[in-house]
């Protein structure tokens, strides 16, 4: 079991740079834990994308028919006073923005605050340094 930054997710339902590598991932273990808002931060990336004119209705449409049959198959680490309290603490001591800070605390958390060993999937690279530091194995 991996946990699964929103980054990594996006590969697995639109083709991408990183999609082939990511989904090398996913097949050694499909048991994917993910934050909480991580529905909302790809559906949200869907729809930037469309706006921006990188991806027509139809592709997003099947993309976020991707995104509901993985969402069946994931667990989530849910909101709360703990993951609020963790983010926090990494704001303080890496530079991320909220919403990375929410994910690497929503990691951490369901890592029982014991990191090593487990593996966090990401794609973006100062999450990835926060993950390291922390404690968690980043792939890919």
């Known amino acids: 079991m991996k946990f699964w930054d929103s980054s990594a997710v996006i590969p697995l339902i639109l083709k991408e740079a990183a999609s082939e590598k990511i989904k090398l991932v996913v097949k050694e273990d499909e048991d994917q834990v993910v934050w909480w808002a ?3 931060e790809c559906l949200s990336a869907l ?3 469309r706006r ?3 991806l027509s209705v139809e592709a997003e449409g099947l993309a976020k028919g991707l995104l509901l049959a993985l969402v ?3 667990s989530e680490v849910l909101p709360g006073e703990l993951v609020r309290q963790r983010t926090e603490r990494l704001l303080a001591v890496h530079p991320l923005r ?3 800070a ?3 605390a929503a990691a951490l ?3 029982e605050e014991k990191p090593q060993g487990l593996e966090i999937v990401c794609l973006v690279q100062n999450l990835r340094e926060a993950a390291l530091k922390e ?3 980043v792939l890919p």
């Open 38 to 40: 991580t529905r909302v």
């Open 47 to 49: 729809a930037r994308r």
């Open 52 to 54: 921006e004119g990188k």
């Open 72 to 74: 069946k198959g994931w």
């Open 98 to 100: 909220a919403a990375a």
């Open 102 to 104: 929410f994910q690497l």
């Open 109 to 111: 958390i369901w890592a």
């Open 135 to 137: 404690g968690l194995e």
